[in-house]
């Protein structure tokens, strides 16, 4: 029998000319993923419910590993081995981190920082990967069908280098990246303002570990981010640790704080702090506690003191603010709006602050937890092709400068920050020296003037120039930055028509080599997650079967004879006791057994379902 198809609206007959396409918030201490479904955009739930999924990976031992809450539920318990909020690790060195002694990881210096765990030595890349693909699985399971494709969400201020880790992260977690897109970008397209009223608005979003204020304008239709700011090295996580700071200096004498707690202690009081710092979102005030290596530690915190303890980090969210309008070149009375985006935006200070500096009601009529995915799915189901008709039109721009080492170690910028991409801008430049037949280019992203003040992110050589007098040859340097604001550098001789280019592959990036590894190492683990997988899917075919026999033997067990009804029930405490052991074979078997040892059982069911169902009625009436 054919199954009827069933379309929305407007929508093609065949299935298969829709693509599943889902939008992902690949966030500090959570991430999400959403998708169009039925004309809406939605977050995509797990088995139990839950749309959040904490950023946390715990790796066991045997290859094995724990993601989200599982993890997250053992972090007090095994630090070491549970890594939480690596998106502040994402493209950077050991030394542009500002607290790693604080931090219970053995990093390891390379060109991108690695974390040392029980199961070997792992980057940002690779733990950022297992996250991206447990949401892609949701996905799958949701929509029973292959993820076509994905938005990806990164920080306005993330530079070349961290975006080029974030692609890395998908390429790794098999997903196919439609296109990278800034959060607070995601943010206005989840409000809708692109049916708003035109004008000015800004967008603060401070999550879990970034701080981003981008400002729009909106301008019949059309998306246009005139300068965008931030810090990605302040959020949440920076509150958890000042209140905890703060609450241990309450109880150890000053100078001694430092001296009183080992790294273990301090995962175990930013917890606290983080819970202490929720429960102050409704209360005025509550109580930090913890269980240290030296002793236990209860402080009332009253949001008084929160407020005093976190003053200076609510103001350097405020100094972003500022900088980002005066790049904008506008004041903050011309801003029609302000939408609030992440989950740190509600904490009371937060909202009164900016209510304070704007002098108007932020925007909180979306989750702010929600809505940088929702805004995701909705560009990414318009990139896969399902939306057609869409006049959604987003022109984002680069957060930092790029530009070329020039004599003396100095900047010479070509793209400008807060420049609109997709785009192409050349300059000319020319030879040192007599003769000189080749021109070694460092490319960087900054805004100092000084090479050593900036990020280098790729060095390359142009040769074969003919020689001439210093200063004779004329050679043009072309940046190319694509919409996923990563960069392409090409450098031409005009005269000769010599051309070198290079696809910018960061110095914190990876190298092809290496994301072949970390796919090898996955598949060396897909097997494990095979099994989990099927163990789990093999357990929950046992509930299900199992309820549905209880379920019958309670409407009609009165069919069945004593010794039928021991039967059965020996079957159901056989399959119920094969979810006790690790094969998911011998499982299937067990419920297969009690499957067929209740045909019989279902037959007679639906045979006084019939007979029922005719009593009374005449053979020409059912006829």
Request: one cysteine or more; charged letters at 20%.
């Amino acid at each position: 029998m054919a199954l009827l198809q069933i379309s929305e609206p407007g929508q093609s007959l065949d299935p298969h000319q829709r693509r599943i396409a889902v939008g992902i918030d690949l966030g500090t201490t959570h991430s999400l993923v959403a998708a169009v479904r039925h004309g809406i955009a939605e977050c995509l739930p797990d088995a139990q419910g839950r749309v959040l999924l904490p950023s946390a990976v715990r790796y066991l031992e045997n290859g094995g590993r724990q993601i989200g809450f599982d993890a997250l539920a053992n972090q007090g318990a095994d630090p070491e081995n549970t890594l939480v909020s690596v998106k502040r690790f994402m493209g950077r060195g050991l030394k542009d981190l500002n607290n790693a002694a604080q931090l219970p990881y053995q990093f390891v210096d390379s060109p991108m920082v690695s974390l040392q765990t029980r199961a070997g030595i792992k980057s940002p890349v690779e733990v950022s990967a297992e996250i991206l693909a447990t949401l892609r699985f949701r996905a799958e399971d949701t929509f029973n069908d292959d993820v076509y494709g994905a938005v990806i969400t990164v920080p306005a201020y993330f530079d070349d280098a961290q975006r080029q880790a974030t692609k890395d992260a998908a390429q790794l977690a098999g997903l196919n990246l439609l296109r990278l897109i800034n959060e607070p970008t995601a943010a206005a397209i989840a409000y809708g303002l692109d049916n708003a009223s035109e004008g000015v608005y800004a967008v603060f979003d401070l999550g879990g570990g970034t701080f981003d204020i981008s400002v729009l304008r909106l301008t019949q239709g059309v998306f246009e981010v005139m300068a965008t700011g931030g810090d990605s090295a302040l959020g949440g996580d920076d509150y958890d640790q000042a209140l905890a700071a703060w609450a241990l200096s309450q109880t150890v004498p000053a100078g001694d704080a430092a001296k009183a707690v080992d790294s273990s202690d301090w995962t175990l009081l930013r917890l606290a702090a983080r819970a202490c710092k929720e429960a102050l979102t409704t209360q005025h005030s509550a109580v930090l506690s913890a269980t240290l290596s030296q002793g236990p530690i209860s402080v009332t915190v009253t949001r008084a003191d929160f407020n005093a303890a976190t003053a200076s980090l609510t103001q350097r969210t405020l100094e972003a603010v500022r900088k980002t309008l005066r790049d904008a070149k506008l004041q903050r009375d011309e801003v029609k709006g302000v939408v609030m985006v992440g989950g740190s935006t509600r904490m009371p200070q937060i909202q009164e602050a900016v209510a304070s500096f704007f002098g108007q009601a932020p925007l909180n009529n979306l989750n702010p937890d929600e809505v940088v995915a929702l805004g995701a799915a909705i560009q990414a189901n318009q990139l896969a092709g399902n939306n057609p008709n869409g006049d959604l039109l987003l022109l984002d721009v680069i957060p930092l400068s790029l530009g070329i080492e020039t004599m003396g170690g100095l900047v010479e910028r070509i793209v400008p920050r807060n420049q609109t991409i997709p785009t192409a801008m050349a300059q000319d430049f020319t030879t040192y020296k007599d003769g000189q037949t080749a021109l070694a280019l460092h490319v960087v992203q900054g805004e100092r003037d000084l090479v050593a003040d900036c990020r280098s992110l790729a060095r390359f050589e142009l040769r074969g120039i003919p020689p001439m007098a210093a200063g004779a040859a004329r050679i043009r340097v072309t940046f190319t930055v694509d919409a996923d604001g990563l960069l392409q550098v090409s450098a031409k001789e005009q005269g000769s028509g010599v051309e070198a280019q290079i696809n910018v592959k960061p110095s914190y990036g990876l190298s092809d080599e290496d994301i072949a590894h970390m796919l090898q190492s996955s598949f060396n683990t897909a097997q494990i997650d095979m099994q989990a997988r099927a163990l789990a899917e093999a357990q929950l075919d046992v509930d299900r079967l199992v309820l549905a026999t209880q379920s019958a033997l309670q409407a009609d067990g009165d069919l069945l004879h004593a010794d039928e009804r021991t039967q059965i029930d020996a079957l159901m405490q056989a399959a119920l006791a094969s979810k006790n052991g690790n094969d998911p074979a011998a499982i299937e078997a067990a419920t297969q057994a009690l499957a067929k040892g209740t045909e019989a059982f279902a037959a007679s069911r639906m045979n006084r379902g019939i007979q029922q169902a005719l009593a009374g009625r005449h053979i020409n009436a059912v006829s």
